[in-house]
């Protein structure tokens, strides 16, 4: 079965940088694109990047450009987001989600989530 | 500020009917397709209804959605207490080239 499998809970300082893993399993890694969605304590979903795992092509939210970035790793079938230069507002849950549907895409699977709390 | 509106909130009675709304323009709703997502505390989001109106296998048919031009609107009927959760609709967006979510939409079940 489909699964996506993120990496545990990180507490880190402000300025410093974090780096969540998301670990595809059940399907063909380089098929669909995967999409990062963060959530702010009580607050909507906000969507951070999206990156093709089979070319790796990435493109990121304008609020985050310069600071975010997605790779991947076809031969263990992961994602990777970092973020760098963390600031309080960057405290979230952490999702990655796969897109399916081509042209016209939507989540069908997600991430558990990764708790990010950004505090000196 | 997202760039789909959604009502913070809707209520209604168990066994009643309840629609939210989710307001766009050409650039993201109107061209392209909407998908609902519900999601409870805690928890990640659940995929609801996505080429506007289709239900993945085991969402059950009280739960629909339709569009018309910029709009996209999910209809729940026979309300259940199981059905308290936040609702959210999302797009792609042809000119900022990014997803789009709506705000968010809280349904309490009185």
């Known amino acids: 079965q489909v699964q996506l499998v993120q990496s545990g809970a990180e507490v880190k300082k402000p300025g410093a940088s974090v780096k969540v893993s998301c670990k595809a399993s059940g399907y063909s890694f380089t098929s669909f694109y995967i999409h990062w969605v963060r959530q702010a304590p009580g607050q909507g979903l906000e969507w951070v990047a999206i990156?093709?795992?089979?070319?790796?092509?990435?493109n990121y939210a304008q609020k985050l450009q310069g600071r975010v970035t997605m790779t991947r790793d076809a031969s263990t079938s992961t994602v990777y987001m970092e973020l760098s230069s963390l600031g309080s507002e960057d405290t979230a849950v952490y999702y990655c989600?796969?897109?399916?549907?081509?042209?016209?895409?939507?989540?069908?699977?997600w991430g558990q989530g990764t708790l990010v709390t950004v505090s000196s | 500020q997202s760039v789909l509106t959604q009502p913070p909130s809707v209520s209604a009675a168990p066994g009643q009917k309840v629609t939210i709304s989710c307001s766009g323009s050409s650039s993201n709703i109107g061209n392209n397709y909407v998908s609902w997502y519900r999601q409870l505390p805690g928890t990640a989001p659940k995929l609801l209804i996505y080429d506007n109106y289709k239900r993945p296998s085991g969402i059950p048919d009280r739960l629909s959605g339709s569009k018309s031009g910029t709009s996209a609107t999910l209809g729940i009927t026979g309300l259940q207490t199981g059905d308290e959760a936040d609702y959210y609709c999302g797009t792609w967006d042809n000119s900022l080239s990014v997803w789009v979510f709506g705000g968010g939409t809280k349904l309490t079940v009185l």
């Open positions: 990156i093709n795992p089979s070319g790796g092509s990435t």
């Open positions: 989600a796969r897109a399916v549907g081509g042209s016209y895409p939507y989540f069908d699977y």
